[in-house]
């Protein structure tokens, strides 16, 4: 009986295609020069959801695990000080120029892919032009059917790219303007711009709405939370009573 040697090999080329995208990841973060910083938040949860902050560590992402040791001893220390308080240790991951959120779904994450995936067509555009043009006496680049798809791709992407790029750039000056403020969300549509997260989460509880709220702030703060319909409708009908 043959040994099935195609797993290993697709996994290898899995591996392979990973490790590229990594790259071109880090290429297109160079390029855009972010800065990787994470900021430690040692808190605590009032009633109305607003934080209570007792200790804060800003420091670059790479430093992380070399700090883990004193993240763990604050940890510990402010549970002591505070053993009735369900102390947590919250971390956000954020460009230290911009002061924006880094990572997965993050604005900054999706203008790198944009441009990581750019990187990818032109470097697979590159090497189907060479190897046609060594292998194939009859290819014509102006004319080549798969050539012209692919550079139509390559536009297309150009053009997704420009356009997130353009909304970062937006989001970088108006957080540079207005430092320290609060951005409240409900989906996709923005509700406000708040001095404080106890302003923001004040405006969300009053304003009738239902669905998943975002509230993002200096440093990659996030908080997210969700309002079910009833939740508002029980809320309404006790006003009214």
């Not at 509230?215 to 409708?233: A, F, I, P, Q, T």
């Amino acid at each position: 009986m043959k040994a099935n040697n195609n797993p290993p090999t697709i996994q290898k080329n899995m591996v392979d295609e990973y490790m590229q995208y990594a790259k071109d990841i880090a290429k297109a973060e160079k390029e855009l020069e972010v800065e990787h910083w994470v900021h430690i938040s040692f808190q605590a949860k009032n009633a109305d959801r607003t934080p209570e902050k007792f200790h804060e560590i800003d420091l670059p992402r790479h430093m992380l695990d070399r700090w883990q040791w004193v993240i763990n001893w604050r940890h510990a220390k402010l549970v002591c000080q505070h053993p009735r308080k369900n102390i947590m240790v919250c971390t956000s991951y954020y460009d230290k120029r911009s002061g924006l959120m880094t990572g997965f779904g993050s604005l900054i994450g999706q203008v790198t892919a944009a441009k990581a995936q750019i990187t990818k067509v032109e470097r697979i555009i590159a090497q189907y032009v060479e190897d046609e043009t060594q292998n194939n006496l009859f290819f014509n680049a102006s004319t080549d059917e798969r050539l012209t798809k692919a550079k139509a791709k390559l536009e297309q992407k150009k053009q997704n790219y420009a356009t997130i790029y353009a909304i970062l750039r937006r989001e970088v000056e108006e957080h540079r303007k207005q430092p320290g403020k609060y951005k409240l969300f409900i989906g996709f549509k923005r509700l406000g711009i708040f001095d404080s997260i106890s302003k923001a989460k004040k405006y969300a509880d009053r304003s009738g709405l239902w669905g998943a709220f975002n509230l993002l702030g200096d440093k990659g703060y996030r908080d997210s939370w969700y309002v079910y319909e009833n939740e508002v409708r029980q809320g309404i009908n006790n006003k009214l009573e």
